[in-house]
């Protein structure tokens, strides 16, 4: 089974950032898109940053301009940044792994076979 482990949530102020990561260990695998996604209480995931094994990116509408994901293929760790942070952004976050090739990177939850437990982010006002 495919583990990949989220961290670098936590509290933050409007306006704030903070950076996630994604490990995977000996379960990386630079052939598959990765991407992350988010989920609030009470509303559905959401997919927020996708990116292919060309490191082409994709964003959702309420995260652009203001989140990156990027990645080390060397570490084996995917990354989001998120800079000017709102309240709206207060989710647990998950990071995922394709297992299709090719892969576009979007961002609906089935394209996606393995996914981390989430990290926390809170943004307060």
């Known amino acids: 089974q495919v583990r990949l482990v989220e961290s670098g949530g936590g509290s933050a102020q409007a306006g704030g950032s903070l950076r996630l990561s994604c490990t995977a260990g000996?379960?990386?695998?630079?052939?598959?898109?990765m991407a992350w996604f988010r989920q609030a209480p009470g509303k559905e995931r959401e997919g927020v940053a996708g990116i292919t094994v060309t490191n082409r990116t994709t964003y959702g509408d309420s995260v652009k301009g203001r989140f990156t994901i990027s990645k080390d293929n060397a570490k084996k760790i995917l990354y989001l940044q998120m800079n000017s942070l709102k309240p709206d952004d207060t989710a647990m976050y998950y990071c995922?792994?394709?297992?299709?090739?090719?892969?576009?990177?979007?961002?609906?939850?089935?394209?996606?076979?393995?996914w981390g437990q989430g990290t926390q982010v809170t943004v307060s006002s």
């Open positions: 000996k379960y990386w695998n630079a052939d598959y898109c």
């Open positions: 995922a792994r394709g297992t299709s090739v090719p892969c576009s990177g979007g961002l609906l939850s089935s394209q996606y076979t393995y």
